[in-house]
Nanobody, 124 residues
């Protein structure tokens, strides 16, 4: 079973940029899609972005689509999420997970093998 490790989170001021990474531990890694989600205490995990691994097609949450960019490096087995123009409401733990053929799915049920998450905190 593949393990995923997220990194790149931190404490930043509003307007800053962060680049999150999600690296797979498996010797080979070729999922149908990869997704990034985020969660704040007391709320459900929320879809942020996803990418179809074979061709790079992407899907975004409306509130982040002009500020966040998802990408992948299949050689490094790493999926990235660049967060720009960060806002306090972006504060959350960010998780990645491989998904299925419906790469634009916003449902956590379509993703599996979640990483441990990386904390992003944005101060005003």
């Amino acid at each position: 079973q593949v393990q995923l490790v997220e990194s790149g989170g931190g404490v930043v001021q509003a307007g800053a940029t962060l680049r999150l990474s999600c690296t797979a531990s498996a010797s080979t890694f070729n999922p149908e899609s990869m997704g990034w989600f985020r969660q704040v205490p007391g709320k459900e995990r929320e879809f942020v972005a996803s990418i179809k691994y074979s061709n790079g097609f992407t899907s975004y949450l409306d509130s982040v689509k002009d500020r966040f960019t998802i990408s992948r490096d299949s050689v490094k087995k790493t999926t990235f999420l660049q967060l720009s123009s960060l806002k306090p409401e972006d504060t959350a733990v960010y998780y990645c997970a491989p998904g299925g053929p419906v790469f634009y799915s916003h449902s956590t049920a379509d993703y599996r093998n979640w990483g441990q998450g990386t904390q992003v905190t944005v101060s005003s």
